[in-house]
């Protein structure tokens, strides 16, 4: 890597802070498990499989996110999609008011866009404008450095800023629906950027179970070699919370 920023203090507080959270058992973590598939078969045999996790300890005074996700998907018995992500976020409140910092890491690999892996590790801070059981709303704003190594054997880094939204609102008894928007623009060159909005309905089953629906629509203007600008995912999934 070309340039050397912060790296080091981001991977060192999300790490201290999940090794205490992981050892600790204090009930405060609320987890889940998802689970998409579909089959098609016929003229056309087609199969997807998606599997997310994601876990978020809430304490009086911080939260840790986990997210871990796999996407597998083939047309005729042929691959065309692989892809697997996660994210580490760990983010402290700043002091007796809704302002919180934030440090966070996120890894990426996606066959057919031509990224072998990506890496961003990233600092910020943001603000909550609700926070009520039923309704809940954030905005923040962080700089993270992200490093791509590409299957032709090719890299890139580069400083980026990192705004993001998020959004859940409670309908109807049992269901929820959120939105989050996240915005990665290039310091360097500002025709480079990427795009990730994922729009979720979740209605509830049971105590455990829920039925959810995701929209998930990511654009990268600058994508390598033939690979498209814009990838979109509809996904219908099980989950299990506990």
């Given at each position: 890597?070309?340039?050397?920023?912060?790296?080091w203090p981001?991977?060192?507080?999300?790490?201290?802070?999940?090794?205490?959270t992981?050892?600790?058992?204090d009930?405060?973590?609320?987890?889940?498990v998802?689970l998409?598939?579909?089959?098609?078969?016929?003229?056309?045999?087609?199969t997807e499989?998606v599997?997310?996790?994601?876990g978020?300890?809430?304490?009086?005074?911080?939260?840790l996110?986990i997210?871990a996700?796999?996407?597998?998907?083939a047309v005729?018995?042929?691959?065309?999609?692989?892809?697997?992500?996660?994210?580490?976020?760990?983010?402290?409140?700043?002091?007796?008011?809704d302002?919180?910092?934030?440090g966070k890491i996120?890894?990426?690999?996606?066959?057919f866009?031509?990224i072998?892996y990506r890496y961003?590790?990233?600092?910020?801070a943001g603000?909550?404008?609700?926070?009520e059981?039923?309704w809940?709303?954030?905005g923040?704003?962080?700089v993270?450095?992200?490093?791509?190594?590409?299957?032709?054997?090719?890299?890139?880094?580069?400083?980026?800023?990192?705004?993001r939204?998020?959004?859940?609102?409670?309908?109807?008894?049992?269901?929820k629906?959120?939105?989050?928007l996240?915005f990665?623009?290039n310091?360097?060159?500002?025709?480079?950027y990427?795009?990730r909005?994922?729009?979720?309905?979740?209605?509830?089953?049971?105590?455990?179970?829920?039925?959810?629906?995701s929209?998930?629509?990511?654009?990268?203007t600058?994508?390598?070699g033939?690979?498209?600008?814009?990838?979109?995912q509809l996904v219908?999934?099980?989950?299990?919370?506990?």
């Amino acid at each position: 890597m070309k340039k050397v920023i912060f790296i080091w203090p981001v991977i060192s507080i999300i790490c201290l802070s999940a090794a205490f959270t992981f050892a600790s058992d204090d009930g405060l973590w609320k987890q889940e498990v998802t689970l998409g598939y579909t089959q098609k078969t016929g003229n056309t045999q087609s199969t997807e499989l998606v599997s997310n996790y994601e876990g978020i300890r809430k304490t009086d005074y911080s939260e840790l996110t986990i997210k871990a996700g796999v996407l597998y998907s083939a047309v005729n018995k042929k691959m065309d999609g692989q892809k697997y992500n996660g994210s580490m976020r760990y983010a402290p409140e700043l002091g007796d008011t809704d302002w919180f910092g934030f440090g966070k890491i996120e890894t990426e690999h996606d066959r057919f866009a031509g990224i072998d892996y990506r890496y961003l590790p990233s600092l910020g801070a943001g603000y909550w404008i609700a926070r009520e059981e039923g309704w809940k709303a954030s905005g923040e704003v962080g700089v993270g450095h992200e490093y791509v190594k590409y299957t032709d054997g090719s890299d890139d880094d580069n400083v980026v800023l990192i705004p993001r939204f998020f959004a859940e609102k409670a309908v109807l008894e049992k269901a929820k629906i959120s939105e989050e928007l996240i915005f990665y623009p290039n310091l360097e060159d500002v025709k480079k950027y990427r795009f990730r909005s994922e729009s979720r309905f979740t209605n509830a089953l049971s105590e455990s179970l829920s039925l959810r629906v995701s929209f998930i629509d990511e654009v990268n203007t600058n994508p390598l070699g033939a690979s498209k600008k814009n990838d979109t995912q509809l996904v219908f999934a099980l989950i299990y919370g506990f």
